[in-house]
């Protein structure tokens, strides 16, 4: 897979802010995967972005895929304690799918 | 329905032995793969396969040896154990292969190696 960079690496937020996180990568991506892992969990998938431009939304969640497909972002609405956990882009080149060092979220209550 | 089982959930090491990382999926999924977990490196992927008698490496295969004998298995072999390979190592499947991007995840086997 293309090599993937995601940033901020940590961010503390107060209960109610919201959360952005942002992928980059300096080549085009075909596609683009979010991954939430709990704390002491196992990663779980939560979309795969495919087209240009393309916005999808899943409660408080939203993700981008930028229109020249070289970045993406998970931005949450009024985070809960729930949220907490560290959010994971992937892409893949072939059968190789491969991450970024992910985003570890805390939120204060 | 179990998903992505791994054994053992906990494993410590001395330095030269060798183990297997057991990972078996009910899915019948054809695409499987092992990534490590490292603090502040996300997830690194060490081998894949994309159905039964086919293996390939990812980014970091070195020191590991895998097999596909069966759909439902995929284990990880280490063969002399060192302590840059204490991490947490994950399988995972995918009913589509990586082109589908969605990967069904096991809970995880802790490593330790001293």
């Known amino acids: 897979g293309q090599q993937v960079m995601q940033i901020p690496q940590y961010q503390h937020v107060q209960e109610g802010e919201d959360f952005t996180t942002y992928c980059n990568s300096s080549?085009?991506?075909?596609?683009i995967q979010w991954y939430k892992q709990r704390p002491g969990g196992h990663p779980v998938f939560l979309i795969q972005?495919?087209?240009?431009?393309e916005v999808k939304k899943q409660k408080r969640l939203t993700f981008q895929f930028g229109e020249a497909k070289k970045n993406s972002s998970l931005h949450i609405t009024a985070t809960q304690t729930t949220d907490v956990g560290t959010y994971f882009c992937?892409?893949?080149?072939?059968?190789?799918?491969?991450f970024g060092g992910g985003t570890r979220l805390m939120v204060k209550p | 329905n179990a998903g992505v089982t791994q054994t053992p959930k906990f494993q410590v090491l001395k330095t030269g032995q060798s183990m297997t990382l057991q990972c078996a999926q009910d899915?019948?999924?054809?695409?499987m793969s092992w990534y490590r977990q490292d603090p502040g490196m996300g997830l690194r992927l060490i081998h894949y396969?994309?159905?039964?008698?086919?293996?390939d490496q990812g980014e970091v295969p070195n020191g590991y040896n895998v097999s596909r004998s069966t759909t439902e298995d995929f284990p990880l072999r280490l063969l002399s154990a060192a302590p840059s390979q204490t991490s947490v190592y994950f399988c995972?499947?995918?009913?589509?292969?990586?082109?589908?991007?969605?990967?069904?995840f096991g809970e995880g086997s802790r490593l330790t190696v001293l």
């Open positions: 995972a499947s995918s009913p589509q292969g990586a082109a589908a991007g969605e990967l069904f």
């Open positions: 080549t085009t991506l075909s596609n």
């Open positions: 972005l495919v087209k240009s431009g």
């Open positions: 992937s892409n893949n080149a072939g059968n190789m799918l491969t």
């Open positions: 899915m019948n999924h054809e695409y």
């Open positions: 396969s994309v159905g039964a008698g086919i293996t």
